[in-house]
């Protein structure tokens, strides 16, 4: 919805409806067709932006949580639990790697990967929490700073990150998407920080 309703993309939209109208004889199918056309290929890159995410890391630290996470002391991985109708379900996760810091005298910081709260329960400070539980983790292996990256679009963790005091040091376009799919997403990948 944030990339169709993109002043860009609404133009282009108007553009492809009005033309095929024009030329195609003022055919509304045609017209439908050709601006739905460029609605749907929105769709498709701001799906293949994300869902394309989400694949490369489940074919990465997340095919082996055990392994890339809990054998190096400075790498962790947490799962919110709780019992819900007698069962206990996951409600949220969180991750953190340990980095070395090019910049500050072979000390280390961590990045944070993979925060999510279970959309049935946001808004209960679960991801404070979560967001918390890593933090202390950096600080406890003596880490510098926490670093983690974002998109524009997820407007609740970037709230989330400047509540809890992350500053904004870089917006890119850069991922291992291709760059035309990036572009048509309209979002941007923000990479904020805070020094601990
Ligand atoms: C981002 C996310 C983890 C936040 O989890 P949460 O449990 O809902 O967050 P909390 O309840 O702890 O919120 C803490 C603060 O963050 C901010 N915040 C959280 N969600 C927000 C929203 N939808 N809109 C605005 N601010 C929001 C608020 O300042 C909030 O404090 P408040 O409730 O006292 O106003 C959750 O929305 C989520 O899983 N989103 C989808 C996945 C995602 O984007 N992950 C981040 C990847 S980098």
């Not at 133009?11 to 003022?26: D, K, R």
């Not at 017209?31 to 890159?45: E, R």
């Not at 090019?102 to 991801?127: F, N, T």
Request: aromatic fraction near 12%; charge should be positive; glycine fraction near 8%.
């Amino acid at each position: 919805m944030y990339a169709i309703t993109r002043p860009l993309h609404i133009t282009v939209s108007l553009f492809f409806y009005i033309v095929a109208y024009v030329m195609g004889g003022q055919s509304v199918v045609l017209a439908l067709m050709s601006g739905g056309a460029w609605i749907g290929l929105v769709y498709f890159c701001c799906h293949e932006f994300y869902a394309g995410y989400v694949r490369a890391r489940l074919n990465t630290d997340m095919q082996d949580i055990p392994g890339y996470y809990l054998s190096n002391p400075d790498n962790c991985f947490w799962v919110a639990e709780a019992e819900m109708n007698g069962r206990p379900q996951i409600l949220g996760m969180v991750a953190v790697e340990g980095k070395n810091d090019p910049g500050s005298d072979g000390k280390k910081y961590g990045e944070v990967y993979r925060m999510i709260v279970s959309s049935s329960c946001r808004r209960a400070g679960l991801g404070k929490r979560l967001a918390n539980t890593a933090e202390d983790f950096c600080r406890e292996r003596g880490f510098s700073k926490i670093e983690l990256s974002t998109s524009s679009t997820q407007k609740a963790a970037v709230a989330l990150y400047f509540k809890l005091g992350f500053k904004l040091i870089l917006v890119h376009t850069r991922s291992e998407n291709l760059q035309w799919i990036v572009w048509m997403t309209r979002a941007t990948i923000l990479t904020m920080e805070k020094n601990i």
